[in-house]
DNA sequence: CGCGTGATTGAAACCCTTCAAGTTTAGTGG
DNA sequence: CCACTAAACTTGAAGGGTTTCAATCACGCG
């Protein structure tokens, strides 16, 4: 719980004894690798923060395929925001790509910080609005960007995640196949050595 | 002013009185076919809601190509919320396609209505996750869909607009070649019939 | 050590784009 | 309201980027 103690203390200005009150609300898990918290046609309840580890939430399309969707690592959230909201079946998977640690919460937690601090409010806004900007962003490099540019952008904006991640699951982010990353990254590679 | 506030006592429950104290926070425009509410470099701090008419929201690329993010047609909200939420200099530019009447408010406009109607911030708070939802089924969408299934998809969803919209968006907005939708559409004429 | 997962590489196939030309449609001014 | 022009749409052919399939290689873990 001190992760997340500390990242709504500095991110959202929550204070010490409102977190004590907060945390009533909130449960730790710990998860082995390739455990799942979330399953298609489930419908999404929680949110999970992640302390430790690395999750990743991945779709699968009709043809059998899958699409990630998003990975969270340390300092991360990661839910069905659609389902969690309107009470929907979730499209989703969720699973752990290393041995996690979690802090688990539900929309009631939400609600009640929200009411409590009102910079956690300002904060969660700017989480929605920052969602956004980032979806809009990958919308954008699907329709703009040719496969190395895509893979390019990924590196820049999520470096870490290059050396953490199986390289077809990037390729499965990016929306191509992982031949086709193998061969962006050779033909890089000669340029970048 | 009169569709924009029937828009908001049905879906945002804003009384009348509530909507006499608004009004005033809020604007109206007419525009003529081609006009620009906003260009790319300028910081938006505009709302434009549509009541009458077609909207448009495009950025593009570096090879100069257009790309189309958004229509908003009556009864639809448009605006850049990254530009408007963190000041920053926006990627798009948002014209009129059909002569058009707007109103038009700003961020205070959000938080005034906010402060006095909680249904209007839980309208508000749905706005934006449907706004989510919708990216996120577009990105879905690029990842999985060719360009037929994601025509197919367009015309479920957004099927006034296929007879609004010149061919040509449309293929902006689902990332095809306007050559490639013409081709899809012609395959699909023969089955419909 | 061996098995399995992930990464690489090549060749063929495919979808889509691009370019170019022709046709249709829509808008404008006389 | 017709005539003219520009824009939008269609169609064909060639080319490019990416996928698919298949085989091989590399490596980590039990």
Same mark, same amino acid.
């Given at each position: 719980?001190?992760?997340?103690?500390?990242?709504?203390?500095?991110?959202? +200005?929550?204070?010490?004894?409102? !977190?004590?009150?907060?945390?009533?609300?909130?449960?730790?898990?710990?998860?082995?690798?390739?455990? @799942?918290?979330?399953?298609?046609?489930?419908?999404?309840? $929680?949110?999970?923060?992640?302390? $430790?580890?690395?999750?990743?939430?991945? $779709?699968?399309?009709?043809?059998?395929?899958? %699409?990630?969707? +998003?990975?969270?690592?340390?300092?991360?959230?990661?839910?069905?925001?659609?389902?969690?909201? !309107?009470?929907?079946?979730?499209?989703?998977?969720?699973?752990?790509?290393?041995?996690?640690?979690?802090?688990? &919460?539900?929309?009631? !937690?939400?609600?009640?910080?929200?009411?409590?601090?009102?910079?956690?409010?300002? @904060?969660?806004?700017?989480?929605? %609005?920052? %969602?956004?900007?980032?979806? +809009?962003?990958?919308?954008?490099?699907?329709?703009?960007?040719?496969?190395?540019?895509? @893979?390019?952008? &990924?590196?820049?904006?999520?470096?870490?995640?290059?050396?953490?991640?199986?390289?077809?699951?990037?390729?499965?982010?990016?929306?191509?196949?992982?031949?086709?990353?193998?061969?962006?990254?050779?033909?890089?590679?000669?340029?970048?050595?």
């Amino acid at each position: 719980m001190e992760v997340f103690k500390k990242y709504l203390e500095e991110k959202a +200005q929550v204070t010490n004894e409102q !977190f004590r009150h907060l945390e009533k609300l909130a449960g730790e898990k710990k998860i082995a690798k390739g455990e @799942y918290l979330l399953r298609q046609e489930e419908v999404c309840d $929680k949110i999970y923060f992640v302390e $430790k580890g690395l999750l990743r939430a991945y $779709k699968v399309d009709d043809g059998g395929k899958e %699409h990630i969707n +998003q990975f969270a690592p340390e300092n991360w959230f990661i839910t069905d925001r659609s389902s969690i909201l !309107f009470n929907l079946p979730s499209e989703y998977f969720i699973d752990a790509l290393e041995k996690s640690e979690l802090i688990i &919460f539900d929309n009631d !937690f939400l609600i009640e910080a929200s009411n409590i601090s009102a910079s956690f409010r300002e @904060y969660n806004k700017n989480l929605l %609005h920052n %969602h956004i900007r980032q979806l +809009q962003k990958r919308i954008d490099s699907l329709l703009g960007l040719n496969a190395e540019k895509r @893979y390019l952008d &990924f590196v820049e904006t999520y470096y870490n995640l290059t050396l953490r991640v199986p390289q077809w699951m990037i390729a499965s982010y990016l929306g191509i196949s992982p031949e086709s990353l193998s061969r962006v990254r050779k033909k890089l590679s000669v340029i970048i050595k």
